[in-house]
Nanobody
Framework: EVQLVESGGGLVQAGGSLRLSCAVTGSTFGDYAIAWFRQAPGKEREGISCIHSTTDYTDYADPVKGRFTISRNNAKNTVYLQMNSLKPEDTAVYYC????????????????????WGQGTQVTVSS
């Protein structure tokens, strides 16, 4: 059983920063990918960023490129999402998820491969 727990969300003013953490426990042997998704009220869930466990391959959605940075600490089984220059449109519930069948890359476009999800953490950016 795999569990993911997000933390680090909160309320921040536009232009501010937050760092989200995703702590992973359980069976994640071999190659896997961790991704961050977000869902704003009334909108579909969208992929934000992902990172592969061993190749360090990363991907970012266009709206966050240059502002968000994903990183990992395998010793702590934790993935981080550093979010800078936050905008009101970044307001959403942020989720992390794991794809345990990732070979060398990761994807934020196809969500069905992510089979375990965290409970989400709220990020609110005020204008």
């Amino acid at each position: 059983e795999v569990q993911l727990v997000e933390s680090g969300g909160g309320l921040v003013q536009a232009g501010g920063s937050l760092r989200l953490s995703c702590a992973v426990t359980g069976s994640t042997f071999g190659d896997y990918a961790i991704a961050w998704f977000r869902q704003a009220p009334g909108k579909e869930r969208e992929g934000i960023s992902c990172i592969h466990s061993t190749t360090d391959y990363t991907d970012y959605a266009d709206p966050v490129k240059g502002r968000f940075t994903i990183s990992r600490n395998n010793a702590k089984n934790t993935v981080y999402l550093q979010m800078n220059s936050l905008k009101p449109e970044d307001t959403a519930v942020y989720y992390c998820a794991v794809d345990r069948d990732a070979w060398t890359q990761c994807t934020i476009v196809v969500q069905r491969g992510y089979d375990y999800w965290g409970q989400g953490t709220q990020v609110t950016v005020s204008s």
